[in-house]
């Protein structure tokens, strides 16, 4: 879901900005942020909430840490992690929620329905999508070329001194969810898949590639706060239909719509903590997310600070959270 010298992904310590999102926590659930000791109710207690790599994220978890510090006292932490790295860290008790779950069977299999180590504690209101995206000037010189079918004609406009003969598929950070490289395989495309990195990277790549007029195509997503500055447009692959990414080295659709949902350890949920009840009723939308990154990695706020600004815009919808 990006890697580069900007300042995106404010993650590797709890209230700094990163530079890139290469050297952030990925591994070591121990590697939290600093704490924002609240009071430490006793009706919360400590909240430790998983950081994953993206700035949507970011958004997520500094709203309700933010929420969760100044209106019940919580002594909250941030710990930088992958995604299955956050997993493992509810498993095992050090983590107390994933704020953005971008599906997972495998480890929904193994958590929620064969340990009963994670609970799922309801959506986020965030719909998500994964695909390939071009930058807009490509879209405008080359008309067809939003259709799969065409790429293989276009593949030698990609071509970089990573992908050799063939076209270059940037990919994003490798814990990411994807299925790029069955796509390629499957779909019989001239082209490599080359992990590029951190969403920053990402961003600041489709960013040279609309100002210099470069070829590229990249993995992308949204919630994605990028997009109002950039209006990348999506190549259409094959329409998922239910069952078509069953087999992951079979795959040759598109990926499925995200219904982006929540996580809490079991340990956590039946601890009595008052934050609880904040993880299952957090919800927002895609624009609500957007507008805190853009925050965060347009306006250089700090995440606290970002968060700050939409809580104290928002009280309405924090109450909803709070009830």
Known sequence: MARGSIRLLPVCAAATLALGLSACGGGNINSGGGSASGGAASKCGNFRIAVNPWTGYVADAYVVGYVAKTKLGCNVSYQNVKEQVGWQGMASGSIDTILENWGHADLVKQYITGQKSVQDAGMTGNEGIIGWYIPPWMATKYPDITDWKNLNKYANLFKTSE?????????????????????????????????????????????????????????????????????????????????????AKKIACDYPPYHLNKLISTKFANGGSSAVGLVKGFTWTNEDQNLVAEYIAKDNMQPEAAAKKWVDANPDKVAAWLK
């Open 163 to 247: 992908s050799g003969s063939q076209g270059q598929l940037l990919d994003g950070d490798p814990s990411y969810v994807t299925n790029d490289q069955a796509l390629v395989t499957n779909l019989k495309l001239n082209f490599k898949v080359v992990v590029g990195g951190s969403e920053a990277s990402l961003i600041e790549s489709f960013r040279n590639a609309e100002k210099n007029k470069t070829p590229l195509l990249a993995y992308f997503y949204e919630p994605q706060w990028f997009f109002s500055e950039v209006k990348l447009a999506k190549v259409n692959l094959p329409a998922y239909t239910a069952g078509c990414d069953a087999d």
